[in-house]
């Protein structure tokens, strides 16, 4: 499966921004889709899941503020970052996850997208 993320931006804290991941190339329903996010110097982290059977995950940090989406009709899933934080700014990837059931566990990685949180 091929990923392209988009969406990503400069944004004031308080502020929202939608970022939004194409899927190409294979079964996208079969797929746990799942954002993550980077910091120079620091691990990636996931930011929020949802798998084909519809499980929703959320970092500590973003609960509440952040809502994962997906589209199956569209190939799409999408991050709604509301409440932005300082804190937030980072390299946001898009990830979809193939689990052992459909012949996994293989992971795919869009390329990032960098999301700025800052006055």
């Known amino acids: 499966v091929q990923l392209q993320a988009s969406g990503g931006g400069l944004v004031q804290p308080g502020g929202s921004l939608r970022l939004s991941c194409a899927a190409s190339g294979s079964i996208f329903s079969r797929y746990a889709m799942n954002w993550y996010r980077q910091v120079p110097g620091q691990e990636r982290e996931l930011v929020a899941g949802?798998?084909?059977?519809?499980?929703?995950k959320y970092a500590d940090s973003v609960k509440g503020r952040f809502t994962i989406s997906r589209d199956n009709t569209k190939n799409m899933v999408s991050l709604q970052m509301n409440s932005l934080k300082p804190e937030d700014t980072a390299v946001y990837y898009c990830?979809?996850?193939?689990?052992?059931?459909?012949?996994?566990?293989?992971?795919?990685w869009g390329q990032g997208t960098q999301v700025t949180v800052s006055s």
């Open positions: 990830n979809a996850f193939l689990s052992a059931s459909y012949g996994g566990p293989r992971h795919y």
């Open positions: 949802l798998t084909s059977g519809g499980s929703l």
